[in-house]
């Protein structure tokens, strides 16, 4: 006892009381960061437990850098109390947690941040009011730190326990020893089940892709002559008729937050949302698009139209803009690029969103236009608007050199989320008839059908311009997620459809619109199901342009697995799998595919040359 009084100094009169606090405020800190999203005792025991050990490690680490457990007890809980309201908000907004990789996306949030309404519940106060308790009870603790040898030797300690432990809680001998979930595709039941810190902190190890089972340079080679191999003769013709007849124009627009809700099922309103499209039928193909993201990353419905490639072999959650694209890359613009093609990718808004202003070069696009390229456009909620955005593509085709193709790539910004914030100048037109009582929440689904009618238009106007056009162009417009849960919870609740444990509700979250339309003669079809990443293969079958060797790869595989993203696998006879369900019904070719799409991202010094951006000869 001697040697401790000789080492520490402590004010509270009983030792005991002391090191009680010590033991206990880490546990309380780790129950208030569980209780904003979801509660404690979700937790198994052996999970308690290793979630323990962080917040322990972590309240030693403040207290031997401040060398006295009042400053270091008062510090630590600030930074879970930080975290948790963050991450209680991102839920809301975007029915997902925080993960590793959104710290590369903060100035993207930051930007939006504004046109969110932020709601404080009972509960949300309660919650923090806990953590100024645990704070103010942590600065009365009289415990310091006397010998600097002792406190220095104490701190790299600490340091090395937390490096240790956050190496440890991404291993696999974690996972068998704690019974963690490793269901990545859902990341709020992984955080709900594996705790915050842990779940957290064992993401990290998805910073880096993983190589698949069976990857080599040699493998991916093999795999790419296996395809030319097989080559069909139809698509051989496709290719040889694609040289010989004039190229049209090509139009791509990635809606924002562009749904249809009807795919949940009938619902009655005042006025249809989407008189045009529904309408539209000659030279079109429309349908059902599934996609890997709902409410939000945007950025991974682009990756997948562009590349190719399928979110469904990289972490949940994570955005291969900002953590794997680091150079240059061949996709869909680099190919067009190659075929003579003007290129130009369109985002009327920050140019950095996203890291775009990056990637876009790296893909290949000739020029950029973002936000500040819009001289006094129309703004809907304070963003540029559909119609504005879409004429800006009319100024691109009668600004190029005649003779020229142009291939103008847009994502829009009029529907992004913030739908329950009232804005001045723009009220809800579209009501839903059946819902008397106009709550706060049913008002932000009517304002979010009322900008899918404004989308509408503008599609519209764009279609009748190149109506008039005699150069042949094809136009392509599509939507990259839902809207967050807030918006759809409407119209679950209207249906009687139970998000919990409806399959229907679930695959069809995924799911937006897809509407390819032509001035020219094309077939018409309607397609039940497509993934994005196939759509830049079936937009170029409709157009009369060769495919890549990839985009033959994708348009066979698709007659194997016709839909498949992050979330979902659909086999070959059309039923839906959840991706964790249905993959070994598929693994074989979803292994292959892998294969294929980590030499395309990742492996960069031995990407077979090309295979992604080459027409097939």
Request: aromatic share 14%; with cysteine; proline share 4%.
């Given at each position: 006892?001697?040697?401790?009084?000789?080492?520490?100094?402590?004010?509270?009169?009983?030792?005991?009381?002391?090191?009680?606090?010590?033991?206990?405020?880490?546990?309380?800190?780790?129950?208030?960061?569980?209780?904003?999203?979801?509660?404690?005792?979700?937790?198994?025991?052996?999970?308690?437990?290793?979630?323990?050990?962080?917040?322990?490690?972590?309240?030693?680490?403040?207290?031997?850098?401040?060398?006295?457990?009042?400053?270091?007890?008062?510090?630590?809980?600030?930074?879970?109390?930080?975290?948790?309201?963050?991450?209680?908000?991102v839920v809301d907004f975007r029915s997902a947690p925080i993960v590793p990789w959104d710290f590369y996306s903060i100035r993207t949030a930051a930007s939006v941040a504004g046109n969110f309404e932020y709601k404080i519940t009972g509960k949300l106060a309660g919650v923090v009011l806990g953590f100024v308790l645990i704070c103010l009870i942590g600065s009365r603790i009289g415990l310091k730190v006397k010998d600097l040898r002792v406190r220095l030797l104490c701190l790299v300690l600490s340091a090395a326990g937390m490096f240790g432990y956050i190496k440890y809680v991404g291993t696999d001998a974690a996972v068998e020893t704690f019974g963690l979930d490793t269901t990545l595709f859902t990341p709020n039941v992984l955080y709900r089940n594996n705790g915050i810190a842990a779940g957290?902190?064992?993401?990290?190890?998805?910073?880096?892709?993983?190589?698949?089972?069976?990857?080599?340079?040699?493998?991916?080679?093999?795999?790419?002559?296996?395809?030319?191999?097989?080559?069909?003769?139809?698509?051989?013709?496709?290719?040889?008729k694609g040289t010989d007849e004039e190229l049209p124009n090509v139009v791509v627009i990635m809606n924002e937050a562009f749904s249809d809700l009807g795919v949940f099922g009938d619902f009655e309103t005042d006025f249809d949302?989407?008189?045009?499209?529904?309408?539209?039928?000659?030279?079109?193909?429309?349908?059902?698009?599934?996609?890997?993201?709902?409410?939000?990353?945007?950025?991974?419905s682009e990756y997948?139209?562009?590349?190719?490639?399928?979110?469904?072999?990289?972490?949940?959650g994570s955005v291969p803009y900002q953590q794997y694209i680091?150079?240059?890359?061949?996709?869909?613009?680099?190919?067009?690029?190659?075929?003579?093609?003007?290129?130009?990718?369109?985002?009327?808004?920050?140019?950095?969103?996203?890291?775009?202003?990056?990637?876009?070069?790296?893909?290949?696009?000739?020029?950029?236009?973002?936000?500040?390229?819009?001289?006094?456009?129309?703004?809907?909620?304070?963003?540029?608007?559909?119609?504005?955005?879409?004429?800006?593509?009319?100024?691109?085709?009668?600004?190029?050199?005649?003779?020229?193709?142009?291939?103008?790539?847009?994502?829009?910004?009029q529907n992004h989320g913030g739908y329950s914030k009232d804005v001045e100048g723009f009220e809800e037109t579209i009501h839903l008839t059946e819902l008397k009582n106009k709550t706060t929440q049913v008002r932000a689904a009517e304002k979010y059908l009322t900008l899918m009618l404004e989308s509408d238009r503008a599609f519209e106007m764009l279609v009748n311009y190149f109506r008039e056009t005699d150069e042949k162009t094809i136009v392509l417009m599509f939507g990259d997620h839902q809207p967050?849960?807030?918006?759809?919870?409407?119209?679950?609740?209207?249906?009687?459809?139970?998000?919990?444990?409806?399959?229907?509700?679930?695959?069809?979250?995924?799911?937006?619109?897809?509407?390819?339309?032509?001035?020219?003669?094309?077939?018409?079809?309607?397609?039940?199901?497509?993934?994005?990443?196939?759509?830049?293969?079936?937009?170029?079958?409709?157009?009369?342009?060769?495919?890549?060797?990839?985009?033959?790869?994708?348009?066979?595989?698709?007659?194997?697995?016709?839909?498949?993203?992050?979330?979902?696998?659909?086999?070959?006879?059309?039923?839906?799998?959840r991706f964790n369900e249905g993959e070994e019904l598929v693994k074989e070719q979803l292994n292959a595919y892998n294969i294929l799409t980590y030499n395309h991202l990742s492996d960069v010094k031995h990407r077979i040359e090309g295979f992604y951006d080459q027409a097939v000869q």
């Amino acid at each position: 006892m001697e040697k401790v009084k000789k080492i520490f100094k402590y004010r509270i009169r009983s030792l005991a009381v002391n090191l009680i606090l010590l033991i206990l405020l880490p546990v309380l800190t780790l129950i208030c960061l569980e209780f904003y999203t979801h509660v404690p005792w979700d937790l198994s025991v052996p999970i308690f437990f290793l979630n323990l050990g962080f917040y322990y490690l972590l309240f030693a680490l403040f207290t031997f850098l401040f060398g006295s457990a009042s400053a270091g007890y008062a510090a630590a809980p600030l930074l879970p109390m930080l975290f948790g309201l963050a991450n209680y908000f991102v839920v809301d907004f975007r029915s997902a947690p925080i993960v590793p990789w959104d710290f590369y996306s903060i100035r993207t949030a930051a930007s939006v941040a504004g046109n969110f309404e932020y709601k404080i519940t009972g509960k949300l106060a309660g919650v923090v009011l806990g953590f100024v308790l645990i704070c103010l009870i942590g600065s009365r603790i009289g415990l310091k730190v006397k010998d600097l040898r002792v406190r220095l030797l104490c701190l790299v300690l600490s340091a090395a326990g937390m490096f240790g432990y956050i190496k440890y809680v991404g291993t696999d001998a974690a996972v068998e020893t704690f019974g963690l979930d490793t269901t990545l595709f859902t990341p709020n039941v992984l955080y709900r089940n594996n705790g915050i810190a842990a779940g957290f902190l064992g993401n990290l190890k998805f910073l880096m892709v993983q190589q698949p089972d069976g990857y080599s340079p040699e493998a991916a080679e093999e795999e790419a002559k296996t395809t030319l191999a097989q080559e069909t003769e139809t698509v051989q013709k496709t290719a040889q008729k694609g040289t010989d007849e004039e190229l049209p124009n090509v139009v791509v627009i990635m809606n924002e937050a562009f749904s249809d809700l009807g795919v949940f099922g009938d619902f009655e309103t005042d006025f249809d949302y989407m008189p045009f499209i529904h309408s539209l039928q000659e030279n079109t193909v429309k349908g059902n698009c599934y996609v890997s993201v709902k409410g939000g990353n945007t950025a991974n419905s682009e990756y997948e139209f562009l590349t190719g490639d399928t979110m469904a072999f990289l972490p949940a959650g994570s955005v291969p803009y900002q953590q794997y694209i680091k150079g240059d890359m061949p996709t869909l613009a680099s190919y067009l690029k190659n075929l003579g093609y003007q290129t130009v990718a369109i985002h009327p808004y920050n140019a950095s969103g996203w890291a775009r202003n990056k990637v876009y070069p790296w893909f290949g696009f000739d020029r950029a236009l973002f936000r500040n390229d819009f001289i006094n456009p129309l703004l809907i909620r304070n963003y540029i608007s559909d119609n504005s955005a879409f004429n800006k593509i009319i100024q691109l085709f009668e600004e190029k050199p005649e003779g020229e193709n142009l291939f103008a790539f847009e994502v829009t910004m009029q529907n992004h989320g913030g739908y329950s914030k009232d804005v001045e100048g723009f009220e809800e037109t579209i009501h839903l008839t059946e819902l008397k009582n106009k709550t706060t929440q049913v008002r932000a689904a009517e304002k979010y059908l009322t900008l899918m009618l404004e989308s509408d238009r503008a599609f519209e106007m764009l279609v009748n311009y190149f109506r008039e056009t005699d150069e042949k162009t094809i136009v392509l417009m599509f939507g990259d997620h839902q809207p967050s849960d807030y918006v759809t919870n409407v119209i679950f609740r209207l249906l009687g459809i139970d998000r919990e444990t409806s399959d229907e509700g679930y695959f069809n979250n995924y799911i937006v619109p897809f509407v390819m339309w032509a001035n020219y003669d094309i077939e018409e079809e309607e397609v039940d199901a497509v993934s994005v990443n196939y759509l830049s293969s079936l937009l170029f079958e409709k157009a009369g342009i060769p495919l890549t060797g990839y985009q033959t790869y994708l348009k066979e595989l698709r007659t194997q697995i016709p839909a498949i993203t992050a979330n979902m696998v659909m086999t070959g006879d059309g039923t839906r799998y959840r991706f964790n369900e249905g993959e070994e019904l598929v693994k074989e070719q979803l292994n292959a595919y892998n294969i294929l799409t980590y030499n395309h991202l990742s492996d960069v010094k031995h990407r077979i040359e090309g295979f992604y951006d080459q027409a097939v000869q």
